[in-house]
């Protein structure tokens, strides 16, 4: 028969021994089970602490990625005394300066028109025919029109690949359908137009004459074929509209735009403080910051990123002489390393701007500028070898960090695979308590029942004694 020790523990002794193995054994689990708890919720703080240090640097490499790209430093502003005669775009080798420009006269096309037709579907030839285009520049072009009317016309012409610039449009008058047939701009594509259809004839006099646009750039007599003109100035394309006013040339004025450039890089400047403050937060075991404040005091993890951050400001930078020839890397001229634009880090760590020091490298230095931020890249893989600039190399290095396979991430799986240690540890602590506490109970209801047992035999002792004592003294 198995005792119930539980039931029994007290009843001998007097004394509550089932709350003594209770108090015994949680004496021993409580600060076990404290260092293991504490060593949970240090390893996820420092898991919580790992998620902002990715954070601060998403945001730095946000920053980094504003002044990455040639084509972000190309903003150029263009004034025009007269844009009803020519518009203005510009790229990012846009040649500043003053310009006077004059349009005499824009480039246009041929245009001719067929005889009128009573539909858009009025047959033709009986069948299919010929359409003869004859450039002026001997040029040769034939057009074969399967479905003959005046509309199969028109879609046979649009739909040539080898129309040479040829469009045509199927216009009702009011009195009937007309075809117009259109070339491409400049005196070279004027043209004449004959067909294989008997009953298909086009106006003897053209709606309009090929011509090319006549205009003068600081003085300077120039003829295009075409009124969009991107080979005058360096980087600059003009669409010409029309004429300019007689006897009084437009001026245009071609400015860096070098505000978007300076509010980028303080923007940089920002992100790199925060950055820098967060990492800081992390790592002072003194900081008052709930949450994150001190978790990640003494990571060499930590350390190790603030470092590499570090030198991405402070390291010169190096593009290639010959374009994807690593062998011929060297440094720009004057301006190579962030310093030379106004940025650095003070003596408390902060990352500071120049604004006059920048001024003076944009406009001393420009192209040395762009290339130290960018090495003239636009767009650069993240995973080019080749070198991308201050910031190019900045936006690479940051997002390795970043990756599920980067640092970072390797050290936050390590710690969460470090709590799984832990919670196996308090099972395991708890397998053993509850071990224990059997243990103690079977022993302690042992001793129970013993001290019951002498009590018993005291008790009966002392009773027999007493009634001795008592037949002694009563004679």
């Known amino acids: ?92 080798t846009a040649a500043i300066g003053n310009y006077s420009l004059e349009v005499s006269q824009i480039a246009k096309a041929t245009r001719i028109a067929s005889s009128s037709f009573l539909t858009s579907d009025t047959s033709l030839n009986s069948g ?66 004959s067909s294989t259809a008997s009953d298909l004839t086009f106006l003897s006099t053209k709606l309009q004459t090929a011509q090319d646009a006549q205009f003068q750039v600081n003085g300077l007599d120039m003829t295009r074929s075409s009124n969009q003109l991107s080979d005058v100035i360096d980087g600059v394309t003009l669409d010409l509209y029309g004429t300019t006013t007689l006897g009084t040339p437009a001026r245009l004025d071609l400015n860096r735009q070098t505000g978007t450039i300076k509010d980028n890089l303080k923007l940089l400047v920002k992100a790199y403080n925060d950055f820098d403050e967060s990492l800081k937060i992390l790592a002072d075991r003194t900081s008052t910051v709930e949450d994150f404040g001190g978790v990640l005091a003494g990571d060499s993890l930590l ?5 590499q951050v570090r030198s991405m400001i402070t390291s010169d930078y190096k593009i290639y002489a010959t374009p994807g020839d690593a062998t011929t890397e060297q440094l720009n001229p004057d301006v190579y390393a962030a310093r030379h634009v106004g940025l650095s880090i003070d003596r408390n760590g902060l990352l500071t701007l120049d604004e006059t020091k920048l001024d003076a490298a944009l406009v001393d230095n420009f192209d040395q ?34 990756r599920s396979t980067g640092l970072i991430a390797q050290q936050s799986a390590t710690a969460s695979a470090q709590i799984k240690t832990y919670q196996n540890e308090l099972v395991t602590l708890e397998e053993q308590m509850t071990k224990l506490l059997a243990r103690y109970t079977e022993q302690f209801g042992n001793m129970d029942n013993i001290v019951g047992r002498s009590s018993s035999t005291r008790a ?10 008592s037949m002694y003294t009563s004679k």
């Open 460 to 469: 009966s002792l002392t009773s027999s004694f007493e009634g001795l004592m």
């Open 1 to 92: 028969m198995t005792t119930n020790f539980v039931s029994a523990l007290g009843a001998g002794s007097g004394v509550d021994v089932k709350s003594l193995a209770g108090n015994l054994v949680e004496a021993e689990r409580a600060p076990r089970k404290e260092r293991i708890d504490n060593r949970i919720a240090k390893t996820e703080a420092k898991i919580s602490g790992y998620g902002a240090m990715k954070f601060a640097l998403s945001d730095l490499q946000a920053a980094f990625a504003k002044v990455n790209d040639a084509y972000e430093f190309s903003s150029v502003t263009s004034t025009n005394t007269q844009p009803a005669a020519f518009g203005v775009s510009t790229t990012t």
């Open 303 to 307: 350390q190790r990123v603030r470092s």
């Open 128 to 193: 299919a025919f010929d359409l003869t285009l004859q450039e002026s520049n001997g040029d040769l072009t034939t057009i074969n029109v399967t479905t003959a009317t005046p509309s199969g016309m028109v879609k046979a012409i649009n739909a040539s690949t080898d129309s040479s610039g040829f469009t045509a449009q199927l216009l009702n008058t009011g009195n009937g359908y007309t075809v117009v047939i259109s070339g491409a701009t400049g005196q070279s594509h004027d043209f004449t137009v």
């Open 369 to 402: 500028v762009v290339t130290m931020f960018s090495a003239n890249t636009n767009n650069q893989s993240i995973y080019s070898p080749a070198p991308g600039g201050l910031a190019g190399n900045a936006v690479k290095s940051i997002d390795k960090s970043l």
